[in-house]
């Protein structure tokens, strides 16, 4: 299938500031987006996830953007913890098929 | 994590054997999938199945077996013929529609020495 990929594979940001972290994907086709983040040793926690119906949708201190102009997804932190230290992934699927996942990026808060 | 259950969370098996991961769900999904995961990488898709009964082979499907006798129960076999099967295993499962993404467990990491 087609890959998704992120732009930058690490990310250092100081706490209390804000983190985007950015993910471009490939199959235009694509209707569905998610973002996951993993702790070390542990299974994927879904974040938020956006339909390509829309361009933005927010929760809790997360942000998702989404152009498909340019097929580039974003998730922004506001006021980052060190709890939010993970890696991220952006995952994309079209209809029923299973998600497609981008390699990751690991946030890393410095305190 | 709730839902779905890995066990065990660490495996050992020497090269050769054949080894079998579980996964359970009590979330009534009808979609279950496996992905591996290796260090500083993303999940790649080995198997998946939408409905009981049935399966579909993901990217990495050789080397592996599956089944989908009942809803809440998708193991997975890691076979001898899978060249380099230590790795990080999950799995996931996800209802109809498209809200909320595939669900994770917590994972299995295989070592195969």
């Known amino acids: 299938g087609e890959s998704v990929g992120l732009h930058l594979p690490t990310l250092s940001v100081q706490e209390g500031d804000n983190s985007i972290i950015n993910c471009a994907y490939s199959?235009?086709?694509?209707?569905?987006f998610i973002w996951y983040k993993q702790e070390s040793g542990k299974g994927p926690q879904f974040i938020i996830d956006?339909?390509?119906?829309?361009d933005k949708r927010q929760g809790q201190r997360v942000t998702v953007l989404l152009n498909k102009t340019v097929k580039h997804l974003s998730l922004q932190i506001a006021a980052t913890q060190p709890g939010d230290s993970a890696v991220y992934f952006c995952?994309?699927?079209?209809?029923?098929?299973?998600?497609?996942f981008g390699k990751g990026t690991r946030l890393s808060v410095i305190a | 994590d709730g839902g779905i259950t890995q066990s065990p969370k660490y495996l050992f098996r020497k090269e050769g054997q054949n080894v079998t991961l579980s996964c359970e769900q009590n979330?009534?999904?009808?979609?279950m999938y496996w992905y591996r995961q290796d260090p500083g990488q993303g999940l790649r898709l080995i198997y998946y199945?939408?409905?009981?009964?049935?399966?579909q082979k993901g990217d990495i499907a050789e080397g592996y077996s599956v089944s989908r006798e009942k809803k809440e129960s998708f193991p997975l076999t890691v076979t001898s013929a899978q060249k380099n099967p230590t790795a990080f295993y999950l799995c996931?499962?996800?209802?109809?529609?498209?809200?909320?993404?595939?669900?994770f467990g917590p994972g299995t990491r295989l070592t195969v020495t």
């Open positions: 199945s939408q409905i009981v009964n049935d399966f």
């Open positions: 979330l009534n999904h009808d979609a």
């Open positions: 199959n235009s086709a694509s209707d569905y």
């Open positions: 956006i339909r390509s119906n829309m």
């Open positions: 995952a994309e699927k079209k209809g029923n098929t299973p998600l497609v």
């Open positions: 996931a499962s996800t209802g109809t529609g498209l809200a909320g993404g595939p669900h």
